[in-house]
């Protein structure tokens, strides 16, 4: 069963905007990553946020982390084509294994 | 540089036939992972090993085996290959100790379809 779910499922915006999306999860976790697929390759990690954190920074991209609500977020700022992409989140729970959610297609128009 | 590859990349085969898809990281990671990835799923665990000679059965094992035997490999067997088991299959690797909190680093994907 997938312990993540991200929304929207797929999100169009146009380049230089800013792009937000949302992983719901339900049991406890260790810690919530974020990861990039592009089309036809394996997935990429871009930000992991423990249990104990409510917002990390990395580059262009900012996490938050709401445990209580079991949510996060996930900040892109100032979109680029490049940025073009499938998003995951994933849950690391107590048993120390990844569970992925089913991804946002993310599209950056030129 | 370190790495983790997949071979084959790409692969047909019969209904019933043997497969096995093999992983390879140069990275030295206790840890690696085998996932499918198929249309309204997402990434599923198939199974994973903490270290040499450890194997674990994650959310979809069923018709799926794997062995450990040392570091740098996880070669995933499909012992009778089904039409449901066409799928992409990613491999990944993360270092700490047993599974401990730590990014993980995928490969590039086998794309199998079984006929």
């Known amino acids: 069963s997938q312990q993540g779910e991200e929304d929207p499922q797929a999100l169009s915006i146009q380049e230089g905007e800013n792009a937000t999306m949302n992983c719901s999860y339900k049991t406890s976790i260790n810690n919530l990553q974020w990861y990039r697929q592009n089309s036809g390759r394996g997935l990429v990690h871009l930000i992991l946020?423990?249990?104990?954190?409510r917002e990390k920074h990395s580059g262009r991209l900012r996490v938050t982390l709401d445990t209580s609500k079991k949510s996060s977020s996930l900040l892109i700022t100032a979109s680029r084509a490049a940025d073009t992409a499938s998003y995951f989140c994933a849950t690391e729970g107590s048993n120390y294994k990844l569970t992925f959610g089913k991804g946002t297609l993310l599209t950056v128009n030129p | 540089d370190a790495e983790i590859t997949q071979s084959p990349r790409h692969k047909i085969t019969e209904t019933g036939r043997q497969v096995t898809l093999a992983c390879h990281q140069t990275w030295n990671h206790n840890n690696m992972f085998w996932y499918r990835q198929d249309l309204g799923h997402g990434l599923r665990l198939i199974h994973y090993?903490?270290?040499?000679?450890?194997?674990n059965k994650g959310e979809v094992s069923d018709g799926y085996s794997v062995s450990r035997s040392n570091t740098e490999d996880l070669p995933l067997t499909l012992e009778s290959a089904a039409s449901s088991q066409t799928s992409v299959y990613f491999c990944?690797?993360?270092?700490?100790?047993?599974?401990?909190?730590?990014?993980?680093?995928f490969g590039p994907g086998t794309r199998l379809t079984v006929t």
């Open positions: 946020i423990r249990s104990n954190e």
């Open positions: 990944a690797s993360s270092g700490g100790s047993s599974g401990s909190s730590d990014e993980q680093y």
């Open positions: 090993s903490y270290g040499v000679q450890d194997t």
